[in-house]
């Protein structure tokens, strides 16, 4: 099964090499919420920008500030530690009056917009994120990389799981293994459900590769589970109008592989025994997700920068604007575009 560093390329590998994420600005990302707050209710909505610090850190400062329970400050999700980011917080202040911008502010955040909203933030409830991205230095004409990204555009890439996901040199899969076996306890939650994210991205993961290399990644099979990368919906089979292949074409669905859990596949036919015969070698990992109640879920095999752009700076210099779906990985893109060195950037141990 390949690594997270061993995945094949669809557009023929980098181009050469480039600095990536030398400063926090050189990577800005932006919550695309996906819906308007309601302007009222218990929670208290706060757009924050944050530099150089991780999502739970701000979560945490949030609620250190108001003097308040960690567990009533929510997000959509994490954000990279080494970047410029701005997403939301929701804070749970029934009968509250919200509070003032200055009371909440510490280095490396600052709050940009208050609001109030009915419900409260959860996990995943965001459309996507949209990106601007500069590479530093490239090792290749700036004629190489705007034929590339344009080919990029238009054809995606592959929808791996970046290297992020796996931890420090890969290691969350190991650690998942041990927890399976009974040899590893995790301390937290939060450091459990990383552990199993691992494990079942690493199986995705190597489901992609394997269709890649057959040919059939992007050549809908007899049994596909068809998926919208905007929001998740998938077409299971039994649900399927039958003009799900020329939806494909035109990409407007794409074909899904699974995230590994308990029962049976919602692929069928050839696609279910193509997806079984890839990952019998791998029972010790899907009887660990079975074991701890993971479902069958699925996710789509192809990502598409959304409103993509390409600025050549003065120096020579690349910057990158694109929107993707929420979950997935900008370096997943720019893997098929540039060799990522972040031999310059700051070295920062997080558990994802």
């Not at 530099?51 to 945490?60: G, H, M, P, Q």
């Not at 890839?278 to 074991?291: I, K, P």
């Not at 779906?325 to 141990?349: C, F, H, I, M, W």
Request: charged share 30%; hydrophobic share 40%; proline share 5%.
């Amino acid at each position: 099964m390949p690594d997270s560093n061993d995945l094949p390329f669809l557009h023929g590998g980098p181009l050469g090499r480039a600095r990536f994420k030398v400063q926090p600005e050189d990577f800005v990302v932006e919550e695309q919420l996906g819906f308007e707050p309601s302007g009222d209710g218990e929670h208290c909505l706060l757009w924050v920008e944050k530099r150089d610090l991780d999502s739970n850190a701000a979560a945490a400062r949030l609620a250190d500030a108001l003097g308040m329970r960690r567990r009533l400050v929510s997000h959509c999700g994490l954000k990279d530690r080494h970047a410029v980011t701005r997403q939301w917080f929701s804070l749970h202040m029934p009968g509250q009056a919200s509070p003032e911008a200055a009371a909440l502010e510490s280095e490396g955040l600052r709050v940009l917009h208050i609001t109030r909203n009915l419900r409260k933030l959860r996990r995943g409830i965001h459309r996507g994120n949209r990106f601007s991205i500069r590479l530093r230095g490239p090792e290749f004409e700036a004629a190489e990389a705007a034929r590339r990204w344009r080919k990029i555009a238009e054809q995606g890439a592959p929808n791996f799981f970046g290297g992020q996901r796996f931890g420090n040199d890969g290691q969350n899969v190991a650690k998942a293994l041990a927890m399976f076996r009974g040899e590893f306890t995790p301390g937290d939650r939060l450091l459990r459900g990383l552990l199993l994210s691992a494990a079942r991205s690493h199986l995705f993961n190597a489901v992609v590769a394997a269709r890649m290399a057959g040919g059939t990644w992007d050549r809908p099979l007899d049994g596909e589970v068809f998926g919208f990368a905007d929001n998740g919906t998938l077409l299971l089979p039994e649900n399927q109008r039958g003009d799900e292949v020329s939806r494909f074409e035109q990409g407007i669905v794409e074909l899904t592989g699974p995230l590994w859990g308990s029962g049976e596949l919602q692929s069928v036919g050839e696609v279910r025994k193509l997806e079984q015969e890839l990952l019998a070698g791998f029972s010790d990992l899907t009887a660990g997700l079975e074991a701890f109640g993971l479902r069958q879920e699925r996710r789509v095999m192809r990502l598409r920068p959304l409103h993509p752009e390409l600025e050549v700076m003065e120096n020579g210099d690349l910057k990158f604007r694109f929107d993707l779906p929420k979950g997935t990985y900008a370096t997943t893109v720019l893997r098929e575009l540039a060799e990522l060195d972040e031999s310059g950037a700051p070295q920062v141990l997080t558990k994802h």
